[in-house]
């Protein structure tokens, strides 16, 4: 008798990996012509950068998020961004600085990412320094990732998508203005400038990237702390905890369990407010629970100062700036594109002309991937890229007439 095994899978790895790191999270995807999400923290494809001490092991992920309003004084979060600076968390029997958090969260990341691939690439948000960037490459580096080059995320996001702009292809993923409104859009394509908008625990940040025939090159960036995505869900759990003090008289705020039960629902809350859908929200204790209704317009008015405070900041750097036309387009990243009002209000400080489109979640690691084969090649210099990345030369048009048929 002959028993049968069935194979392992077995990956390609040839094919590369891209990593898109935030303040937030970290997201991996195996890119080619079947691109492929890892799963970084059990099934789920998000590492989310919270690293728990409430064990005798330090743990990223979402055992950390689990903790972070029950217990926030065992948890370490928002730290990328204080790389290189004197700061410390002390959480339970462990001291955490910015460069060992980091470094466990690239541990962590070792196992799915190197099981499928030999080549990394790494994408960065645009706000960090030099020197930041320097560290977080030699953090990468001590955790044995297989990098190959890493680069500003909006540039390599404009760099992936060039082609697009420049030939003048149709907007998949617009966002509609009112409906009276008729977009008046230039004809054809041709170089032009991107904004392109990203939100992470830190900051709302913003990068200029102008698309010309040959590369894309950073015009300008600008970041604001004060539009973290930190405070925008610190807004929206006080108004949904007001709103119930008002239906039942209690405060969720009054029971950590209840407040940490309240603000795991609320990324699922932004994904249904995103698509239009009415929000049901649970306050949940030992001795009472209430639900609590919200429409998508109500989330919006919570975060209006938010929004308002964006819009501005947006308008203001744009003119600061001073381009001679507008923007041909403004990206907005998955993150920053579900809270509440950002869009619109950024919207409404931009012509028709400009096109604003919502990017999908895996729009930065398979941009960032696709740069894995030109480091390989020596096409790319072997720094981080901040300023310019080359475009690939295009083929030439083929100079044969065209037949056509007689009539």
């Known amino acids: 008798m002959f028993w049968s095994r069935k194979p392992a899978a077995v990956h390609d790895r040839a094919r590369a990996v891209g990593i898109d790191l935030t303040a937030s999270r970290a997201r991996a995807e195996a890119v080619g012509a079947k691109p492929r999400a890892l799963e970084l923290d059990g099934e789920d494809t998000e590492l989310a950068l919270y690293v728990s001490g409430e064990g005798r092991a330090l743990a990223v992920g979402r055992a950390g998020a689990r903790l972070c309003r029950k217990h926030p004084h ?43 691939t030999d080549s990394v690439a790494l994408a960065l948000p645009v706000y960090l320094s030099p020197s930041q960037v320097t560290r977080a490459g030699q953090l990468a580096g001590k955790s044995k990732l297989p990098l ?37 859009r230039p004809a054809g394509g041709g170089p032009g400038e991107v904004l392109v908008i990203d939100a992470d625990e830190f900051a709302v940040s913003a990068a200029l990237v102008s698309v010309e025939a040959d590369l894309v090159r950073l015009a300008g960036s600008a970041v604001w ?91 203001d750097f744009l003119m600061g700036i001073g381009l001679p036309s ?42 960032i991937g ?15 890229l901040d300023s310019v990345i080359p475009l690939p030369e295009r083929p030439a048009a083929s100079a044969q007439p065209r037949v056509g048929k007689r009539g």
């Open 74 to 116: 065992l948890v370490c979060t928002n730290f990328l961004a204080a790389l290189g600076q004197a700061r410390e968390w002390r959480i339970g029997r462990h001291t955490l600085s910015a460069e060992s958090a980091l470094a466990l969260t690239f541990d962590t990341l070792r196992g799915p990412v190197c099981a499928e």
């Open 148 to 184: 190959k080059g890493t680069a500003t995320g909006a540039l390599a996001l404009c760099a992936d998508r060039a082609s697009t702009l420049l030939t003048g292809k149709p907007v998949t993923n617009e966002v509609p203005r009112a409906e009276w409104v008729v977009p008046l």
């Open 225 to 315: 702390p004060k539009l973290s995505v930190k405070l925008w869900k610190d807004r929206l759990l006080d108004a949904v905890a007001d709103r119930c003090v008002r239906l039942c008289r209690r405060d969720p705020r009054d029971s950590a369990d209840a407040e940490q039960f309240l603000f795991e629902q609320l990324d699922d809350a932004l994904d249904r407010t995103r698509a239009g859908q009415r929000i049901s929200l649970t306050v949940r204790t030992q001795h009472w629970y209430q639900d609590v209704a919200q429409q998508p317009e109500e989330f919006e008015a919570h975060c209006a100062a938010l929004s308002r405070f964006a819009g501005d900041s947006a308008r």
């Open 326 to 367: 507008p923007p041909r387009a403004v990206w907005f990243t998955d993150s920053a594109g579900r809270l509440p009002g950002l869009v619109r209000a950024v919207q409404a400080h931009v012509p028709e002309s400009t096109a604003v489109e919502l990017l999908p979640p895996e729009a930065v690691t398979r941009a």
């Open 370 to 384: 696709a740069l894995v084969p030109r480091w390989a090649a020596a096409e790319l210099p072997r720094a981080h």
